[in-house]
């Protein structure tokens, strides 16, 4: 079989196998393969094919990967406290300046201090900045 047909069943076989795992690597591989095969019919020497084969693989992992981070971060969905981050509640508990008090967000009560250590009264309109450890940290709207 001659080598460019392999470099070539090779990209095919794991841009297919991409579809089914969807982590980066096979596709990285795959274009490498594709990228192998031209080449190859150049008469290069086998073990130069391999090391393009090996480089080309290695610097679409890395762009890819790079491009996948971002995917990810777009789509990413906060789960758990942070899924707060940017909520609106009440003040149920007044929260003094330098002090704590209590908000109610989404049906539950939390523990919070203001951002700029100002004071918050009961009814006061709220809105979750951040999350600090069992503590939410909000500003008043």
């Known amino acids: 079989m001659e080598p460019w047909l392999i470099w070539l069943i090779i990209g095919v ?6 579809i089914f795992d969807p982590a980066v690597f096979f596709v990285s591989l795959g274009i490498g393969g594709l990228v192998t095969s031209p080449i190859s019919t150049l008469g290069v020497a086998i073990w130069l094919q391999v090391l393009i084969f090996g480089v080309v693989s290695f610097v679409v992992f890395l762009f890819m990967r790079k491009v996948y981070e971002k995917l990810l971060k777009k789509n990413k969905v906060e ?11 009440i003040v149920i508990s007044p929260i003094l300046p330098d002090g704590r008090g209590e908000v109610k967000v989404g049906g539950e009560i939390w523990t919070a201090i203001v951002e700029d250590n100002s004071e918050a009264n009961n009814g006061a309109k709220i809105q979750v900045l951040s999350i600090d450890g069992n503590k939410l940290i909000v500003k008043k709207i």
């Open 79 to 89: 789960t758990n406290v942070y899924a707060l981050v940017g909520k609106q509640g």
């Open 13 to 18: 076989i794991c841009l297919i196998v991409e």
